[in-house]
């Protein structure tokens, strides 16, 4: 399953690769690797030790960038700090559609509330992310066929029991979209063993992707191979599925192993064989969505300081 929903932001983050392109391909070696044009990369990011948060200086935080990057090393949590900054000054604020996204937002706040604390989200989580995913209207349709407000996929929609037929498409039912994209948001969440940031990843790429991303991660840094979800379910192997499964749970819901969703996202392997087979900048919507969320709580307290606060 996959909502796909950043295109209506994609031509900022592209300007804001353009800065970076040419230094990163010369750092990583792998110019031509990414085929989309001027698409921004984790990866690029990661890689640009000038934007590196040294260990001991301070960073802005707020409490989701804390609930998605708060188990990171220092210099790691740095560079997820300097990457959802590029999200919310290159992207989100400069957008043309910036202020008809946050009027959106704003509109249906009490459903989306609703929604979030029907699965027990953080409601401002879930208010950022229908800012990146609305373009500025209720009945915007991706060139990929996500629509509505929260901008979901038709089959991801009737998984999550909305109707989308030749009559009815409760996609802009705007109480029971934001009950869906909630619902699909807690769904993975859920499979991701309570994990949010490999869930808000899962919310778009998708389980299949991210846990083939996580099985390229432990290849790499584990030398161990918890197998393909992907291919579990196209095989309608059900044992394979439960173990793959299980894996997945172990290695993204056990403290001790301490897994994060930007480890995996700026692994040099998870980099090359899984992110330039997927789609719509996906890389970075975690970032993208902790920084919507921040720029929500921004635009609708008295003092930034409500939610944002300096970080030792």
């Not at 300007?15 to 070696?29: N, P, W």
């Not at 994060?260 to 090359?272: D, F, T, Y």
């Amino acid at each position: 399953m996959k909502v796909v929903g950043t295109g209506a932001l994609a031509i900022g983050a592209n300007r804001t690769a353009d800065a970076f392109k040419g230094k990163v391909d010369g750092l990583l070696g792998i110019s031509g690797k990414d085929q989309r044009s001027g698409a921004i990369t984790t990866g690029q990011l990661q890689t640009d030790s000038q934007k590196t948060t040294e260990v001991g200086e301070a960073w802005v935080t707020s409490p989701r960038f804390e609930d998605v990057f708060g188990n990171l090393e220092p210099k790691e949590k740095g560079v997820a700090r300097s990457t959802v900054d590029e999200m919310k000054y290159d992207v989100l604020y400069p957008h043309s559609s910036f202020k008809d996204m946050m009027a959106v937002t704003n509109t249906f706040q009490s459903e989306i509330t609703e929604a979030a604390n029907e699965f027990k989200l953080p409601s401002d989580l879930v208010s950022g992310m229908v800012f990146i995913e609305n373009g500025g209207g209720v009945a915007r349709v991706s060139p990929a066929g996500a629509f509505g407000p929260a901008q979901l996929m038709e089959d991801t929609a009737r998984e999550m029991e909305l109707r989308v037929d030749s009559e009815v498409d409760e996609r802009t039912d705007t109480t029971k979209c934001f009950m869906a994209m909630s619902g699909y948001l807690n769904k993975q969440r859920d499979f991701f063993g309570g994990n949010l940031g490999f869930g808000i990843w899962a919310y778009h790429a998708g389980p299949g992707n991210v846990a083939w991303a996580i099985q390229e991660y432990l290849i790499d840094t584990e030398r161990t191979d918890i197998g393909s979800l992907k291919d579990a379910y196209e095989a309608q192997d059900a044992v394979a599925i439960r173990k793959v499964s299980g894996e997945v749970f172990k290695w993204t819901s056990d403290p001790d192993l301490k897994l994060n969703v930007h480890q995996v996202l700026s692994n040099p392997r998870v980099m090359e064989r899984v992110i330039p087979a997927l789609e719509d900048e996906t890389e970075l919507y975690v970032y993208k969505a902790i920084a919507g969320a921040e720029v929500f709580a921004e635009q609708n307290t008295d003092s930034g300081s409500a939610q944002i606060a300096q970080q030792q």
